[in-house]
């Protein structure tokens, strides 16, 4: 659900950018997404005991450990690490990614300049013979 949830906000926000011209909106996407995720999320787990795609399906979380045989919801300290296993995780995991494919760039292009530089003095040597 959340594959389908993120390119409809960031149409959404390419949208609002077009319309009212301002494109720091698009730039900080990942940020505002983060933040709307994390008060909708937060919302849901507070209101309903269950994320988004839990409360979706009809899913509730309760407390494994109670004594009253695991019908009681769970606390918010359970709470925060679910938001934080769904939000914060989720964003770390992107960001390594999105950080790899800009290391995996920047390789890329020391070893192409480095083979041009390698041809330029082959062929100058060539030149000066």
């Given at each position: ?64 450990g ?48 480095a ?15």
């Amino acid at each position: 659900m959340y594959k389908l949830l993120k390119p409809a906000v960031r149409h959404f926000a390419l949208f609002v950018a077009e319309s009212t011209g301002e494109d720091a909106f698009v730039d900080q996407f990942e940020n505002f997404y983060s933040v709307l995720m994390s008060i909708l999320q937060w919302k849901c787990l507070r209101d309903s005991h269950a994320s988004l795609v839990e409360s979706f399906y009809g899913l509730q979380r309760v407390n494994s450990g109670s004594n009253s045989g695991g019908r009681e919801s769970i606390s918010t300290t359970q709470k925060v690490a679910s938001l934080a296993y769904i939000i914060v995780l989720p964003r770390i995991m992107t960001y390594m990614r999105d950080l790899s494919k800009i290391i995996r760039e920047r390789e890329s292009y020391r070893e192409r300049n480095a083979a041009a530089r390698g041809q330029e003095d082959r062929s100058r040597s060539i030149v000066d013979v």
